[in-house]
């Protein structure tokens, strides 16, 4: 389902209809709306059609539906930097960059989204036309769905988490406007600091724990639905990048035993709907074909667009026993590629797995304790050793705390490569970029640096006012 509306962009007013279906996410089962929002929210069917339609939103084609991911990536140190997305990947872009200004706009536009359904239902509640006990878990996805996308967005457009920072985040937009507030002071809304922002999406995620089931019964709508453990995933992260590792460790500690570590990293991506390590993933199928210019399969893959490649520092991360060296990596024509992404159009786009659960645990014990922490050392062997059996690390291994974080966070590359982590890691470990990335004369950036942050779009800002959409520093 395909939900309609105008990109407030901050400024611009609401559509309050839904329309056209194409098919649902879910289960491939088509079906059509061209109601009316109060039509809609008068009738319980519709709204549980229309709480499907989020998903779909979440499939945004320049944002999580593929292009978010390749971002962070294409930023890190393991890809060479792809020249189709112009000066995004090189740390040269423009307020008037369009792939910029595509992927702000598509991530408010789910945002959006949510507002809606929010206050739609908010409506049918009062109405009595769904219980208490439904719109809570109506809820519950929906702010799922905005805590996910704030994430990325905050962290695309705002430097790195510090606490008592007064840097800017991104504007925090908790209401789906009508049509009357279009030109009017309401939706003129700034930015909200650092801090705030991962209040919010704090806030988002803790509702979804607390008012979804844990599971769901089918193993598809278990990696591709909103569920109180990918709650919990989602806040080990959000702790983590927030430099409180006791909470990281103990959202850890509540996944133990929900998921496991598959026999090989591959299968995880090829098919993640019967994985048992996948937490959350965009769902994707052949009507959801996000086109060659956005599918992850199509960029990453060797025989599709294959415009990214990558770097030999990657595959000098792996000892010549470990199979990800030949099984997330290929060789075609003297360039690597990325093998992770095998169905062309129709990869699920990832989000989470219990792999970074695992590697996000190790980090945080030995940050909490700095030392050479015995059960940090465990996890990192768990992942690792799953595709690398000829390496098995004990303590005496690493000289101090810090040696051991160094290969936890290798781990991660290792591990968790073209999922959408790279720079991201970097930049919260306080790490910046070398010299050369990208051509000879490349300078390094080094940690911290405004070019972090992409800018915000100039467009918006000329129609919001300057005064209260503020440029990031530098643009």
Same mark, same amino acid.
């Given at each position: 389902m395909r939900l309609i509306h105008k990109y407030i962009g901050l400024v611009c007013a609401s559509i309050l209809f839904f329309t056209s279906c194409e098919s649902d996410v879910l289960d491939n089962n088509p079906?059509?709306?061209?109601?009316?929002?109060?039509?809609?929210?008068?009738?319980?069917?519709?709204?549980?059609?229309?709480?499907?339609?989020?998903?779909?939103?979440?499939?945004?084609?320049?944002f999580l539906g593929g292009r978010a991911q390749i971002y962070v990536d294409a930023r890190g140190i393991d890809l060479n930097p792809p020249t189709f997305f112009g000066n995004l990947s090189t740390f040269q872009p423009t307020s008037s960059d369009a792939t910029i200004e595509d992927a702000w706009q598509g991530a408010y536009r789910t945002i959006y989204e949510c507002n809606l359904f929010l206050k739609g239902i908010e409506g049918a509640k009062a109405a009595s036309v769904i219980t208490e006990s439904e719109y809570k878990t109506y809820s519950a996805e929906a702010k799922f769905i905005r805590g996910v996308v704030y994430f990325y967005t905050l962290n695309f457009w705002g430097q790195m988490y510090a606490k008592e920072s007064e840097n800017l985040g991104v504007p925090l937009v908790l209401q789906a406007f009508d049509g009357g507030s279009a030109f009017t002071e309401a939706i003129k809304i700034t930015r909200s600091t650092i801090d705030d922002c991962y209040k919010q999406i704090i806030s988002d995620f803790e509702y979804a724990e607390q008012n979804l089931s844990d599971t769901r019964d089918d193993v598809y709508e278990g990696r591709a639905t909103a569920t109180s453990s990918a709650a919990q995933a989602m806040l080990c992260r959000t702790y983590l990048y927030?430099?409180?590792?006791?909470?990281?460790?103990?959202?850890? &500690?509540?996944?133990?035993?929900?998921?496991?570590?598959?026999? %090989?990293?591959?299968? &995880?991506?090829?098919?993640?709907?019967?994985?048992?390590?996948?937490?959350?993933?965009?769902?994707?199928?052949?009507?959801?074909?996000?086109?060659?210019?956005?599918?992850?399969?199509?960029? =990453?893959?060797?025989?599709?667009?294959?415009?990214?490649?990558?770097?030999?520092? =990657?595959? &000098?991360?792996?000892?010549?026993t470990d199979k990800r060296k030949t099984d997330v990596v290929v060789q075609k024509g003297g360039n690597w590629y990325c093998n992770k992404y095998q169905n062309g159009t129709k990869d699920w786009a990832p989000i989470i797995r219990y792999a970074e659960i695992l590697l996000n645990k190790a980090e945080a014990l030995v940050k909490s304790s700095n030392t050479v922490d015995a059960g940090a050392v465990s996890l990192?062997?768990?992942?690792?050793?799953?595709?690398?059996? $000829?390496? %098995?690390?004990?303590?005496?291994?690493?000289?101090?705390?810090?040696?051991?974080?160094?290969?936890?966070?290798?781990? /991660?590359?290792?591990?968790?490569?073209?999922?959408?982590?790279?720079?991201?890691?970097?930049? /919260?470990?306080?790490? $910046?970029?070398?010299?050369? /990335?990208?051509?000879?004369?490349?300078?390094?950036?080094?940690?911290?640096?405004?070019?972090?942050?992409?800018?915000?779009?100039?467009?918006?800002?000329?129609?919001?006012?300057?005064?209260?959409?503020?440029?990031?520093?530098?643009?």
């Open positions: 079906y059509y709306m061209g109601d009316s929002a109060d039509q809609i929210f008068s009738d319980p069917v519709k709204i549980a059609a229309a709480s499907v339609g989020l998903y779909d939103a979440l499939q945004n084609s320049e927030m430099k409180d590792n006791a909470k990281a460790i103990a959202y850890a &500690n509540k996944l133990d035993g929900k998921y496991s570590l598959e026999s %090989t990293t591959i299968t &995880n991506l090829t098919n993640p709907a019967a994985s048992s390590e996948v937490i959350f993933f965009i769902a994707m199928n052949i009507s959801d074909n996000p086109n060659t210019n956005n599918a992850l399969g199509q960029h =990453y893959g060797k025989d599709a667009r294959a415009d990214i490649t990558v770097n030999s520092d =990657y595959l &000098n991360l792996f000892s010549n990192l062997n768990q992942v690792h050793g799953r595709s690398d059996s $000829g390496v %098995t690390y004990s303590t005496s291994d690493f000289a101090n705390a810090q040696a051991l974080l160094d290969e936890i966070l290798k781990e /991660r590359r290792r591990e968790l490569a073209f999922e959408g982590h790279g720079s991201f890691d970097l930049f /919260r470990n306080g790490k $910046g970029i070398p010299a050369g /990335r990208g051509s000879a004369s490349a300078p390094a950036l080094e940690y911290p640096n405004n070019y972090f942050s992409l800018p915000i779009p100039n467009s918006d800002i000329e129609k919001a006012g300057a005064n209260v959409l503020k440029q990031n520093k530098g643009y």
